[in-house]
Structures are given as C-alpha cells and as structure tokens.
C-alpha cells in the first residue's frame, strides 16, 4: 500500500499528532455523502458503544483484533491483562498503535496473515465483516477466521443490516431489484489529497447466518441495538 493509497493511515497520525480536528470525505452510489470524524477511532472505553463494551467484555485469553486502526479497543483489552494481536493492513495505524504502546501489532492483510497461533478471541468491531468486500467473498474470509480459532473459541463481530435504508412508512421493506446483494457498498474515501477506494459487505443476520453454516460455524445474536443492528458471536460446530 502507498503513502497516498493509506488514507486511514495518513488521518490517523495527523490526529495522533494534534489535528483534532480531521475527518474524511466519504461518499457512495447507495449512501448520502458524509465525514466521519477521525476522533471516533481514538475512543476511550466509556465512549464507545454498549454494543462495543459487550464485546470488549467477552474477550478471554488470546485475541486477535482485525481491523484494529487507531487501537483503542486493544489498548483496553491489553491493560485488563487480555493477550492481544491488533492487526491492520495500514503502516500508519500500526505506527500510531505502537505510539500509543500497544505491544503486539501486526501490519498484514488478513487474508494473508499466517501464525501458529490459534486464538480464543478474533474480534470485528465497527462492522469488521466488511473486510470481504462482497457476499461471493464472505465464505473465504470466513473459512480464513475458522482457521485461526481454537476448538472452543469465539469469532465476536457486530453486523448492520442495511435493509433500513429501503424501510417503507409501514414498516415493510422495498429492497432494490438487482442481481448484487444490497448491502455491498462501494465507498470512495478522501482525505486531503488521498483517495482510496474501499468495496464494504454489511449483512443481516439471516444472510450471516446462511453464509456461516456453508462454512461450518454456529451464529449466535448476543446483544440487539436496534432491529437492524446487533453484536454476533460464531463458533466452530461441535
């Protein structure tokens, strides 16, 4: 990944640095243009969401953190005594995670990423299943994460169902007539003279569901924040 090309990198350490202030330019065919300000990824633990803490709280022994960015949820697991690997694709989140004393930080590629180690914990916060990019992608990457897990572990991950965004008044759903699945976002991320482009898989349970068992793992909802979002857990089957 290039300098220009780690866009989540370059807005990390800026803030890191001072600039408090920074944010990125998002936009999607699907989704109305936003910002997302950098600071939401430099959370203290009585910032983040219930759902977020409810994770947090169920990481037992060894966890692997995919998708770690700025590393706040490792820094807590870390400092209640939680054997972490935080791992993010971008050299400069990991620069930053070293920074703020993370002691294991791992820049790779999930897909890519071999160990000898097998994780009680892998944890997927903020939509983390995203990482597949699509829904032909999903039984790889879960496939991948089940290689990875202890016999008696637990994969922790909370997925938004982007079926709300086509709620009818009367509570109905009018999903779009297509060939691609709804919840695959195409996202075009700027920030300063970066630009990045980022293909992001939102599931709904059911889809989750169906998915993980063509791949051997059990789903289980844990925690709902809303109809559309909850904090799931998968396991291998017994």
Request: glycine residues 8%; contains cysteine.
């Amino acid at each position: 990944m290039s300098e220009n090309e780690d866009v989540f990198g370059l807005a990390l350490e800026d803030y890191y640095n001072g600039l408090l202030d920074a944010h990125f330019d998002v936009s999607s065919q699907t989704i109305d243009d936003e910002q997302w300000a950098v600071s939401e990824f430099f959370l203290a633990h009585d910032q983040m969401s219930p759902l977020t803490c409810e994770a947090l709280e169920m990481c037992r022994s060894t966890t692997l953190d995919i998708g770690a960015c700025g590393g706040s949820h490792s820094l807590w697991l870390q400092s209640n005594g939680i054997l972490v690997d935080a791992l993010d694709v971008s050299c400069g989140a990991c620069r930053v995670m070293k920074s703020r004393g993370l002691h294991s930080v791992v820049n790779s590629d999930i897909f890519t990423y071999e160990t000898q180690k097998r994780y009680s914990t892998i944890l997927l916060l903020m939509n983390g299943l995203g990482i597949a990019g699509s829904l032909d992608n999903l039984p790889r990457l879960l496939r991948k994460l089940s290689s990875l897990l202890s016999p008696d572990g637990k994969i922790l991950t909370d997925i938004t169902d982007l079926a709300y965004l086509y709620e009818e008044e009367d509570g109905s759903i009018a999903l779009p007539l297509s060939d691609r699945y709804y919840g695959q976002i195409d996202y075009v991320i700027k920030y300063g003279r970066a630009t990045a482009q980022y293909d992001w898989l939102f599931l709904g349970y059911d889809v989750l569901e169906d998915v993980a068992t063509q791949c051997g793992l059990s789903l289980t909802c844990l925690q709902s924040e809303s109809r559309y979002t909850s904090l799931v857990c998968l396991s291998k089957k017994k």
